[in-house]
T-cell receptor
Framework: NAGVIQTPRHKVTGKGQEATLWCEPI?????VFWYRQTIVQGLEFLTY????????DSGMPKERFSAQMPNQSHSTLKIQSTQPQDSAVYLC???????????FGPGTRLTVL | AQKVTQTQTSISVMEKTTVTMDCVYE???????LFWYKQTASGEIVFLIR??????ENATVGHYSLNFQKPKSSIGLIITATQIEDSAVYFC??????????????FGLGTTLQVQP
């Protein structure tokens, strides 16, 4: 059984450019989460989908970050006008339900120059 | 306020010994879930074990077990018979059921475990 798949694994963008990160959750999992990991802030929640519907985006920087889940097999996180402070590892996780453990993908390391 | 605190930044132990990692949490909810994850040197985050707040019995999975002390808002991770490959960063996390019923995990900053041969 394949785990959570994230692409690309590494992405380098210039300041002001757009970055789109992809996540394929574990087949059959109804909940998808996005987190961001930095040395300073640690692991921070960004947003959550359940059965493809957005449930909680309280962790998303409002102006430049957006996330979608157009179908049950993938979710995207888009960052417009990337800034150096957006540099982080972006992690996608999925679970079989709200109250169950989350399984994490390998992450996408975003570097904004 | 929701908060998870891991006070031990790093721990070093000898192989085959037992180690305990501390974690305390803050929540207003009467029902919540607690998790421990491990992040390997490659960056992979692996789920280890879970404790439901309403359960009195400490969870055990393989050589991982928990010391759940609800009155102290404490959930320690115990690893017995440690192996070199247990060297990693260990994260404690909490998910609230009522107030924060969105499924999000709140993480501590992690404890780095180094197992020496």
């Amino acid at each position: 059984n394949a785990g959570v798949i994230q692409t690309p694994r590494h992405k380098v963008t210039g300041k002001g450019q757009e970055a789109t990160l992809w996540c394929e959750p574990i087949s059959g999992h109804s909940a998808v989460f996005w987190y961001r990991q930095t040395i300073v802030q640690g692991l921070e929640f960004l947003t959550y989908f359940r059965n493809q519907a957005p449930i909680d985006d309280s962790g998303m920087p409002k102006e430049r970050f957006s996330a979608q889940m157009p179908n049950q097999s993938h979710s995207t996180l888009k960052i417009q006008s990337t800034q150096p402070q957006d540099s982080a590892v972006y992690l996608c996780a999925s679970s079989s339900g709200t109250y169950y453990e989350q399984y994490f993908g390998p992450g996408t390391r975003l570097t904004v120059l | 306020a929701q908060k998870v605190t891991q006070t031990q930044t790093s721990i070093s132990v000898m192989e085959k010994t037992t180690v305990t990692m501390d974690c305390v949490y803050e929540t207003q909810d009467s029902s919540y879930f607690l998790f421990w994850y491990k992040q390997t040197a490659s960056g992979e985050i692996v789920f280890l074990i879970r404790q439901d707040s309403y359960k009195k019995e400490n969870a055990t999975v393989g050589h991982y077990s928990l010391n759940f002390q609800k009155p102290k808002s404490s959930i320690g991770l115990i690893i017995t018979a440690t192996q070199i490959e247990d060297s990693a960063v260990y994260f404690c996390a909490m998910r609230e059921v009522i107030t924060g019923n969105t499924g999000k995990l709140i993480f501590g900053l992690g404890t780095t475990l180094q197992v020496q041969p």
